[in-house]
């Protein structure tokens, strides 16, 4: 399975802009600010309606962090959030509410998100209910059975609780739940990292029919670039709060720049086991973000650091169409060549 480009529209779906997210540490008696933990510290991007962008990266580097500052479950600390032209960040409570009828949620642990003691006619009934989406009883028992029939699980299974279910029967239903409003856009927060590679697969799937059948665009959080190969369209790599590479999911697969994402990708497992696969092993653990390091905040663990890159930042530049990279090593003339790894 390929996924091609998604065509530009007039303006993306979702719009973020220079988002910042840091969270104060307090301490002391009188509970002061003694410092910050640096979650996200200036993330840009944008995802077209029928598009999925995935955010990937090791446990840390703040992409959960923002998938809830668009969800707006927290305040921002800077930067702008759109949602189809207008913008969401700083909308007042009184109309959040038709913001979170077009964006909605599916996390990791399918269990801990529903309510073991609701049925599942009552779990998807709710959203339709707050959302005004049915009219009448009669309605709303065919708008559930309908979701059902979308997320391929058996009309009768809707009176049976969750723990009647199996995980990956579990995420389908969280799946129904975030279709019921008539989301535009699904943020999908490590939605398939604890199933199964079989049940893996087959969400996946799920997720990429729905995605062609109601052009929903999908934000795909995930530590692990191999679960998205084939369900993304573009990928952006986080590192310590920030965006280090993003390129559609061909270039970024075969010609990555970042030497961060080519550690991540030497991990990916090869499907011919007698290919040959260099593997760069990142040394050392991910810096506190409390005190992210100077320059390049990959230096500490970058197999090819020289001394520019630990007083300097490196700035995303424009590799290709629509590839970004932020490494000094881009700059080389002439070519993006780099050094084999020591
Ligand atoms: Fe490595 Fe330097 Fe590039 Fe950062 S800027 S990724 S430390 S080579």
Request: hydrophobic share 40%; charged share 25%; net charge positive.
């Amino acid at each position: 399975m390929t996924r091609a480009p998604v065509a530009s529209r007039e303006h993306p779906l979702l719009e973020v802009n220079a988002l910042k997210k840091h969270f104060p540490i307090r301490g002391g008696l009188l509970g002061r600010t003694t410092g910050n933990v640096h979650a996200v510290d200036g993330v840009t991007f944008d995802i077209r309606r029928g598009e999925t962008l995935s955010l990937v990266g090791e446990s840390g580097c703040g992409k959960s962090t923002v998938g809830k500052a668009i969800l707006r479950l927290f305040a921002l600390t800077d930067g702008e959030v759109y949602l189809d032209g207008e913008r969401i960040d700083n909308m007042p409570a009184r109309t959040l509410r038709a913001m979170r009828k077009r964006v909605q949620v599916v996390f990791q642990d399918p269990f801990s998100s529903l309510n073991p003691r609701q049925k599942v006619r009552d779990i998807l009934a709710e959203p339709l209910i707050n959302f005004g989406m049915a009219r009448g009883r009669r309605d709303l028992n065919a708008k559930v059975e309908a979701l059902m029939d979308k997320v391929r699980l058996p009309r009768d299974a809707v009176d049976r609780f969750p723990h009647e279910f199996s995980g990956g029967q579990r995420q389908r239903i969280c799946i129904a739940r975030a279709l019921a409003p008539g989301a535009d856009l699904i943020i999908c927060d490590e939605a398939v990292s604890a199933l199964d590679v079989s049940v893996k697969a087959q969400i996946i799937n799920l997720m990429v029919d729905l995605q062609d059948e109601l052009g929903l665009a999908l934000l795909f959080i995930s530590h692990d670039l191999a679960t998205v190969e084939h369900l993304t369209h573009r990928v952006a790599v986080m590192y310590l709060g920030k965006i280090v590479e993003l390129a559609d999911r061909r270039s970024l697969f075969a010609h990555s720049h970042h030497p961060y994402t080519r550690a991540l990708l030497s991990a990916v497992p090869v499907p011919d086991p007698m290919a040959k696969r260099n593997r760069i092993i990142l040394t050392g653990d991910v810096p506190s973000p409390i005190n992210p390091p100077s320059g390049c905040r990959f230096h500490t663990r970058c197999p090819f650091v020289f001394d520019r890159c630990r007083t300097e930042e490196p700035l995303l530049r424009k590799m290709g169409e629509g590839h970004l990279s932020a490494c000094h090593l881009d700059e080389v003339p002439g070519g993006q060549v780099l050094p084999n790894a020591a």
